[in-house]
């Protein structure tokens, strides 16, 4: 699932939930909702999240075998 996915690559590359909304310029409240799969991020949050963890969006979307 997305949620996990996006979990896990955001501990692979060492940065807190706190970084990545800094990074990403939104709430740590609306990028936890992304962790809690409660929300999914529009296409150009997708596209910075996967250029932050070094992932690619399918990966993220789970569209890959990897």
């Known amino acids: ?3 996990d996915r996006l979990r896990a690559a955001r501990k ?3 940065l807190t939930q706190e970084k990545m ?3 990403m310029d939104i709430s740590l409240y ?3 909702k992304y962790e809690l799969g409660e929300t999914m991020p529009t296409i ?3 596209l910075k999240l996967s250029h932050i963890l070094g992932v690619t969006t399918d990966y993220l979307l789970c569209n890959d075998d990897v």
Do not use: T
């Open 1 to 3: 699932m997305f949620k």
């Open 44 to 46: 150009d949050n997708l």
């Open 30 to 32: 609306g990028y936890q």
């Open 21 to 23: 909304a800094d990074l």
């Open 12 to 14: 692979r590359a060492g």
